[in-house]
């Protein structure tokens, strides 16, 4: 018989997933679902359907909440992603600022569209909804760090310093 990889947090992490749990009342560990989802997210970089299920499996609940939970938020990769994800905003305000050509300079510099991954892994460029940052469009985001106010140059400058 063939082993099977099994997905299991390292034990520090599931006195984490513990903790959390522990926030919620009995009979309410769902509610746990988007810090765990991050946790699993941070251990293995994308939330594949057997992280899903695993972290279905901690909560005991069914794999489908899980899911629809990790497919409406943007901040969860249901694909594998590259080193340096970045996640641009498409909203109105960053387009009427300049977004698009932003963007599409973005997408050109780094020869991928939307959702694609570079061929050496560094880069993945991801849409989402808002980033909240408006006045200071176009903004894109990689993990926590916000760059606003984007032009092509700037565009170049970052990319540059993450290709290093």
């Given at each position: 018989?063939e ?38 997210q ?23 909440e ?99």
């Amino acid at each position: 018989m063939e082993a099977k990889n099994t997905i299991v947090f390292p034990a520090e992490t599931l006195d984490l997933v513990q903790k959390i749990m522990k926030r919620y009342p009995e009979g309410k560990h769902k509610s746990a679902i988007l810090p765990i989802l991050h946790l699993a997210q941070a251990e293995w970089k994308w939330c594949s359907p057997e992280v899903m299920d695993y972290v279905a499996s901690l909560l005991s609940i069914a794999p489908i909440e899980v899911y629809e939970v990790a497919s409406f938020y943007t901040m969860f990769h249901l694909e594998p992603v590259g080193e340096h994800v970045i996640e641009y905003c498409r909203t109105g305000p960053c387009c009427l600022m300049g977004g698009v050509e932003v963007y599409d300079h973005l997408k050109k510099r780094l020869g991928i569209q939307t959702g694609e991954t570079t061929s050496d892994g560094k880069f993945t460029i991801k849409e989402v909804e808002c980033l909240a940052a408006c006045g200071w469009g176009p903004v894109f985001q990689i993990r926590e760090k916000f760059y606003m106010q984007l032009t092509a140059e700037k565009v170049d400058q970052i990319i540059d310093e993450l290709s290093k």
